[in-house]
């Protein structure tokens, strides 16, 4: 069976919005799954709907919704209406996976909660995302949770102010932690043949994605610090350079022996001898006078002469694109999901050795198929 059917016959509602839940039912519908997305009619359905970006058309589907909804079926129902949840009850009974992502106490308030929800099926896993854990009552958005985790005081230049992540990195991680634990949870239940709840917040899966940050901290007793760019451990490691033809490259030197190479194919042979960069250990203290070097090597090639010499002696290189350029890529050609005019990028990214390529329909428009999935409630 190919990665593409894995899913088949598995059936999930969605009663997510915004990005890490929705991208969770769409990993589903990429593998074959029935994602039927539940929104709530009185509020205008999934809050990225409304998020236009300054240069879009606002009579078409928002770009934002768009990046997460692929494969899905859309049903907008009034929430307030005990009819209508009957019929999202109805839907729970056929369903195997709910995906949800209230904000603290509307489940409860709208009936859509666990308890609730497997009163009507024992057998659903569902999947809950958080802002800070089911016992808290802060609303938990991504640009916070980012703040109070660490990661803006980490991202941004020395001399400058912290910064968010140009992407709600936190969000789309929580969307992978879920994935894991929905997965960890269907696993067990071929051996129980019971479901379970199954939560993850966005601030513990921001905590545990600093990875060697916290260790830095937890075990080393560093705190780090904004530094651009700069891997904190490695020199130089994510420094990018200016070159002659006005564009930058960024190296990720990982060794000593691609350090010695490196210096070789830019004429500084001398510089990888020198007793001050002859480590790691020594490069990343002595930071700042290699940089001050290699600035000005750099500076007398053109990007593209010097890429092609990098990577055909495997040093870790490559030119700083923007996404326009990043797309032409072969690698972003190989994930582009494209339907009725609308373009958008696979979440499940996995190759194996038969075509894994699925045919999605375009993300939905609000309760494009209502009409048809109470029909397939009355069988």
Known sequence: MQNKEMFSGLKVVELASV???PSVGQFFAELGAEVIKVENELTGGDVTRSWFGAQEKGDQLSAYFCSVNWGKKSIALDFNSQDDRDLVYQLVRQCDIVIASYKPGDAEKLGMDYDTLCSHNPKIIYGQISGYGSHSKRVGYDAVIQAESGFMHLNGEKSGPPLKMPVALIDVLAGHQLKEGILVAMLEKTKTGKGKLVEVSLIQTAFASLANQASNWLHA????SRQGSAHPNIAPYGENYPTKDAKQILVAIGNDKQF???CQLLGINEVASREE?????LRVKNRRELNAILEKQFALYNAQFLTEKFNAENIP?????????AFVME???DIMLEASGFKGVQTYIVKERENTSKKLSPPPKLGEHKKAILENLKV
């Open 221 to 224: 007793g560093i705190l780090p």
């Open 19 to 21: 990005l890490a839940g």
């Open 317 to 325: 290189a490559g030119i700083i694109q923007n996404l326009e350029e």
């Open 260 to 262: 010695v190479r490196m």
């Open 277 to 281: 960069y002859a480590s790691n250990k």
């Open 331 to 333: 690698e972003a050609k």
